[in-house]
């Protein structure tokens, strides 16, 4: 069946060698010279400039958020052609699914199933036979329209006008999507595994069950998130194991340990018992982990470099701790030799110096109150927020390059 990764990141960075076989250059993630963030530099001075032009050398993904399927295609195939003839592999984005981020921040996304499906087609079309990192839909199980949890919350994304059929609908989609992009003979796509400050493994391993992650690569993690490699690479192994033990097991997902139980989401250090809670699990089951065979994650680490945001206690009704946060810095740079068998990659999926939208925290606006100022539209360039994540870049940027 296609779709279940390799053993080690190596051999995934080999297996997205250019299709020519040439290996010098292999598993290098694609830098598109015309990229947003070069764009942005063009329009900058000074240190804005500079920053921009610094993070420009850097590989980050390219994302599409709509369209006309004629267009798609011919956007997408650009940046393949240009990708495949430097011999590098490109990270495309798709982001179009109807109800997308539940009309907040980044509202859009095509006007029914059928549309978003002629669209997925014609991205697809563009990639061809090329190699290709797919990721699918951010946000595409995390926020989903009218849709019960594991223990039967209706969750907050409520459109007017629509029921729980929106959120069946919302796996057709992905499953439509799915079957069109697995059939690619080079593209490797993953779907939305949320993150470990979100849903509990088993949440996050249902959905993507369900959403046929059988036929696909994997899941992707921390997408325009801040979480640390030390708390989202030790999640892309419970929600993996979690898969298997779902899949090959019978295990409810409700039965998978989390980051919450037996774990203390606050306290990293007690981490350790989910791991042994998860090894008993496997040995009641009659099962071995199989890194090899069981689902890979690839993890946005473009602003994690100082982990997650912590707000000052009580200041704000509702902080947004994933808007703009103060102070975070760059995390490691773009890779697909990553050294964990369940993590094929380590990408800036969230292009680092691009807004999330303007942050109220809860104080109605229009400034973001722990900032001082209005920040941009989600997307536009944001040079405060861009020189703060050079300034306090974990491992550190060298700002000469």
Same mark, same amino acid.
């Given at each position: 069946?296609?779709?279940?990764?390799?053993?080690?990141?190596?051999?995934?960075?080999?297996? #997205?060698?250019?299709?020519?076989?040439?290996?010098?250059?292999?598993?290098?993630?694609?830098?598109?010279?015309?990229?947003?963030?070069?764009?942005?530099?063009?329009?900058?001075e000074g240190q804005s400039r500079h920053d921009a032009l610094l993070l420009s050398r850097i590989a980050s993904a390219s994302w599409f958020a709509g369209g006309t399927p004629d267009l798609v295609e011919a956007k997408v195939r650009d940046i393949v052609?240009?990708?495949?003839?430097? /011999?590098?592999?490109?990270?495309?984005?798709?982001?179009?699914?109807?109800?997308?981020? #539940?009309?907040?921040?980044?509202?859009?996304?095509?006007?029914?199933?059928?549309?978003?499906?002629?669209?997925? %087609?014609?991205?697809?079309?563009?990639? /061809?036979?090329?190699?290709?990192?797919?990721?699918l839909e951010p946000d595409g199980l995390g926020i989903i329209p009218w849709h019960r949890t594991l223990d039967e919350t209706v969750e907050h994304c409520?459109?007017?006008?629509q029921d729980s059929r929106a959120a069946d609908a919302r796996y057709e989609q992905l499953r439509g999507a799915v079957a069109i992009l697995a059939a690619l003979p080079n593209a490797r796509v993953y779907l939305d595994g949320t993150g470990s400050s979100w849903l509990a493994p088993g949440e996050a391993a249902n959905r993507l069950v369900k959403a046929d992650v059988a036929r696909a690569t994997g899941f992707f993690l921390n997408v325009s998130n801040f979480e640390s490699d030390a708390r989202v690479i030790p999640y892309a192994r419970w929600v993996s194991d979690c898969i298997a033990l779902v899949t090959r097991g019978g295990l409810d997902a409700r039965a998978c340990p989390s980051q919450y139980a037996p774990a203390d989401f606050k306290d990293h250090t007690t981490w350790g018992a989910t791991d042994a809670a998860f090894d008993?699990?496997? $040995?009641?089951?009659?099962? %071995?982990?199989?890194p090899a065979s069981q689902k890979h994650a690839v993890i946005d680490?473009?602003?994690?470099?100082?982990?997650?945001?912590?707000?000052?206690?009580? %200041?704000?009704?509702?902080? $947004?701790?994933?808007?703009?946060?103060?102070?975070?810095?760059?995390?490691?740079?773009?890779?697909? $030799?990553?050294?964990?068998?369940?993590?094929?990659a380590l990408l800036w999926i969230k292009i680092p110096g691009e807004s999330d939208g303007q942050c109220h925290r809860g104080r109605g606006g229009?400034?973001?109150? $722990?900032?001082?100022?209005?920040?941009?539209?989600?997307?536009?360039?944001?040079p405060e927020q861009a020189r703060e994540l050079i300034e306090f870049a974990n491992p550190p940027i060298s700002q000469d390059r």
């Amino acid at each position: 069946m296609k779709g279940f990764a390799l053993g080690t990141a190596l051999s995934f960075a080999a297996l #997205c060698a250019p299709a020519s076989g040439e290996t010098p250059r292999s598993g290098r993630i694609f830098v598109d010279p015309d990229s947003t963030t070069s764009q942005a530099a063009a329009r900058l001075e000074g240190q804005s400039r500079h920053d921009a032009l610094l993070l420009s050398r850097i590989a980050s993904a390219s994302w599409f958020a709509g369209g006309t399927p004629d267009l798609v295609e011919a956007k997408v195939r650009d940046i393949v052609d240009r990708a495949t003839a430097a /011999g590098q592999v490109p990270v495309l984005v798709a982001y179009n699914i109807p109800f997308r981020d #539940c009309a907040l921040y980044s509202a859009g996304g095509a006007s029914d199933s059928a549309a978003y499906l002629a669209w997925v %087609k014609s991205f697809a079309a563009g990639i /061809g036979k090329r190699h290709a990192i797919v990721i699918l839909e951010p946000d595409g199980l995390g926020i989903i329209p009218w849709h019960r949890t594991l223990d039967e919350t209706v969750e907050h994304c409520r459109p007017a006008g629509q029921d729980s059929r929106a959120a069946d609908a919302r796996y057709e989609q992905l499953r439509g999507a799915v079957a069109i992009l697995a059939a690619l003979p080079n593209a490797r796509v993953y779907l939305d595994g949320t993150g470990s400050s979100w849903l509990a493994p088993g949440e996050a391993a249902n959905r993507l069950v369900k959403a046929d992650v059988a036929r696909a690569t994997g899941f992707f993690l921390n997408v325009s998130n801040f979480e640390s490699d030390a708390r989202v690479i030790p999640y892309a192994r419970w929600v993996s194991d979690c898969i298997a033990l779902v899949t090959r097991g019978g295990l409810d997902a409700r039965a998978c340990p989390s980051q919450y139980a037996p774990a203390d989401f606050k306290d990293h250090t007690t981490w350790g018992a989910t791991d042994a809670a998860f090894d008993r699990l496997f $040995e009641k089951a009659g099962l %071995k982990r199989d890194p090899a065979s069981q689902k890979h994650a690839v993890i946005d680490t473009s602003r994690n470099g100082r982990g997650s945001w912590h707000p000052p206690v009580g %200041k704000y009704s509702d902080a $947004e701790v994933w808007c703009n946060p103060p102070n975070r810095g760059l995390g490691r740079q773009p890779t697909l $030799e990553t050294g964990s068998p369940y993590v094929d990659a380590l990408l800036w999926i969230k292009i680092p110096g691009e807004s999330d939208g303007q942050c109220h925290r809860g104080r109605g606006g229009p400034a973001d109150p $722990e900032r001082g100022l209005i920040a941009p539209s989600a997307g536009s360039w944001f040079p405060e927020q861009a020189r703060e994540l050079i300034e306090f870049a974990n491992p550190p940027i060298s700002q000469d390059r």
